[in-house]
């Protein structure tokens, strides 16, 4: 002989909500599939009805439905499961946040993970765990460069505007000064890390061979390229050899051709 199922009563703020739930408006998958199941119950159709029609067991049917009986809304939600605790836990997210405040180890000039982990008493992966959630970089270096010309201002609206408003016919070129160009000798080879990589390196110390101001200017249209030296690293020089008129910048200076 079959189960009678248990007999549900729910409020009108209880449907509401059911309602709002199985319509999947930001709400869970989980509730919103549990809210359909009590939804048809509430309807008056027995378990095997519902089972049958939302494609799922009769068994998890009178699940729900008992726990909405017994608990209402609130029977829809998971129980609290007991699992193993967290091993790295907010202090210790704390600490390495703090340790990277104090001067690094004895013989380094930066931290890096292996040494945090030591002093945190923690491992190297979830030391970087901590670091890529944080948005933090140990070894990565930044520049940047503020332009101490008193017009800046007034050139960088003159270049902004040629870009978007240019003459007709006319040719917008961006070149960057670089005329000193200084031969260097450097040490150059392979070095393997501590984690058995092997990656390419660069002798941080060279040996300078003098400096030349070289000048290149390359005719798209026939593919020569003009080329002079110079004894003296001046504007005007630059300007000269270009032949071209110069508009306005700083650093990265803009011509019209």
């Known amino acids: 002989m079959s189960r009678i199922a248990v007999s549900l009563n729910c409020t009108d703020e209880e449907k509401r909500i059911l309602k709002k739930w199985s319509s999947g408006a930001k709400i869970e998958k989980r509730l919103h599939d549990r809210a359909k199941i009590i939804l048809r119950c509430l309807d008056g159709k027995k378990n095997i009805e519902v089972a049958v029609e ?10 729900w439905r008992n726990r909405f009986a017994i608990k209402g809304i609130e029977g829809l939600a998971d129980s609290p499961r007991s699992g193993k605790p967290k091993t790295y836990d907010t202090a210790f997210r704390n600490n390495v946040l703090q340790t990277l405040e104090q001067p690094p180890p004895k013989g380094q000039s930066s931290w890096d993970g292996k040494s945090l982990a030591k002093v945190v008493n923690g491992s190297d992966d979830a030391v970087w765990r901590i670091l890529r959630k944080e948005g933090i970089q140990l070894q990565r270096c930044r520049s940047w460069c503020v332009s101490t010309d008193k017009e800046f201002a007034k050139k960088s609206a003159d270049i902004i505007g040629l870009y978007l408003d240019p003459p007709q016919n006319a040719l917008v ?8 160009i200084q031969a260097i000798e450097r040490a150059r080879g392979y070095v393997q890390t501590f984690s058995g990589k092997v990656v390419q390196g660069l002798k941080s110390t060279y040996k300078p061979h003098g400096v030349l101001n070289l000048f290149a200017a390359l005719n798209v249209a026939t593919g020569e390229v003009k080329t002079q030296t110079t004894k003296q690293k001046k504007r005007p020089d630059f300007f000269r050899q270009s032949g071209s008129r110069r508009l306005s910048g700083s650093g990265s200076t803009h011509y019209l051709g």
């Open 54 to 63: 939302l494609g799922i067991s009769r068994l998890t049917v009178a699940k």
């Open 173 to 180: 070129l961006c070149v960057d000064e670089k005329p000193s």
